[in-house]
C-alpha cells in the first residue's frame, strides 16, 4: 500500500514569490493534516481536514496561506506571497477518522523543504 | 495550553548502550501519549503509543510507560544499535481532537 505522497521534495524560490504544495494520503485516510517543521523544532498543526471540510485552521496564517482539498482526497497548501521565514518543511499527514477505526496514529510523508531566498 | 517537553541532543552513545530520552507533558485533560521516529530522509511514523495512565508502550526494543503522577512519558531501550539513529518525537493528543502536539524533537546518534 502507498504511503502519503507530497511534492516537490524541495523548493527555492525568491520572497514574494508563489508556492503550492501537493499531498495525496494513503487511500481510504478522511483525515488529512499539513504541518509546518522549523529547523530544530517539532511539528505545528496548520490545517486538518474532515473530508473536503476544514475542520482546524486556527493556526493557518490565512493572510498568505491557503489550503484546500476539493474532492476529499487531494490536498494543496499555498503560500502567496512566502516570506523569508516562511523556510521549513511542510508536513502532510493522513489518518483514519475516529469512528472508522481511528487509533490515533498519524500516517506522516517525507515533507516539502521549502527555502526562501 | 496542552505541551511536551523533551530532552536536548544530540544523544550520543555507542552501539548497545542503555538509552533514554525523557519526555514530560503538561496537559489539561488525560491524554494519549506517543513517541514518533524520524529516520533520515523519511517521513515521521509511530514508534509507540499509551493511551492512559500505567500503560507501557513497546516496540522494536522500545518501552515507555504513561506515568500520570509525574506527567512522564520517557522513552526506553536496553541495548541500542546503529541503525537507531535518528530524531524522536514524543507528542500527545487528544482521542477526540486527533490534534497531535509535538515535542522538539531529540536527535539520537549511535556509534559502532
Known amino acids: 500500500e502507498a504511503g502519503v505522497v507530497q511534492s516537490p521534495r524541495y523548493k527555492i524560490i525568491e520572497k514574494k514569490q508563489p508556492v503550492a504544495f501537493w499531498c495525496n494520503p494513503i487511500s481510504g485516510h478522511n483525515t488529512l493534516y499539513w504541518y509546518l517543521q522549523n529547523l530544530g523544532q517539532g511539528p505545528e498543526l496548520l490545517i486538518r481536514?474532515?473530508?473536503?471540510?476544514?475542520?482546524?485552521d486556527s493556526q493557518l496564517p490565512k493572510d498568505r496561506f491557503s489550503a484546500e482539498r476539493l474532492k476529499g482526497v487531494d490536498s494543496t497548501l499555498k503560500i502567496q506571497p512566502a516570506e523569508l521565514g516562511d523556510s521549513a518543511v511542510y508536513l502532510c499527514?493522513?489518518?483514519?477518522?475516529?469512528?472508522?477505526?481511528?487509533?490515533?496514529?498519524?500516517?506522516f510523508g517525507e515533507g516539502s523543504r521549502l527555502t526562501v531566498l | 495550553g496542552d505541551s511536551v517537553t523533551q530532552m536536548e541532543g544530540p544523544v550520543t552513545l555507542s552501539e548497545e548502550a542503555f538509552l533514554t530520552i525523557n519526555c514530560t507533558y503538561t496537559a489539561t485533560g488525560y491524554p494519549s501519549l506517543f513517541w514518533y521516529v524520524q529516520y533520515p530522509g523519511e517521513g515521521l511514523q509511530l514508534l509507540l503509543k499509551?493511551?492512559?495512565?500505567?500503560d507501557k508502550g513497546s516496540n522494536k526494543g522500545f518501552e515507555a510507560t504513561y506515568r500520570k503522577e509525574t506527567t512522564s512519558f520517557h522513552l526506553e531501550k536496553g541495548s541500542v544499535q546503529v541503525s537507531d539513529s535518528a530524531v524522536y518525537f514524543c507528542a500527545l493528543s487528544y482521542v477526540n481532537t486527533d490534534k497531535l502536539i509535538f515535542g522538539t524533537g531529540t536527535r539520537l546518534q549511535v556509534f559502532p
Open positions: 499527514a493522513s489518518s483514519l477518522t475516529l469512528f472508522s477505526g481511528n487509533t490515533g496514529e498519524l500516517f
Open positions: 481536514y474532515e473530508n473536503e471540510e476544514a475542520v482546524d
Open positions: 499509551a493511551t492512559k495512565a500505567d
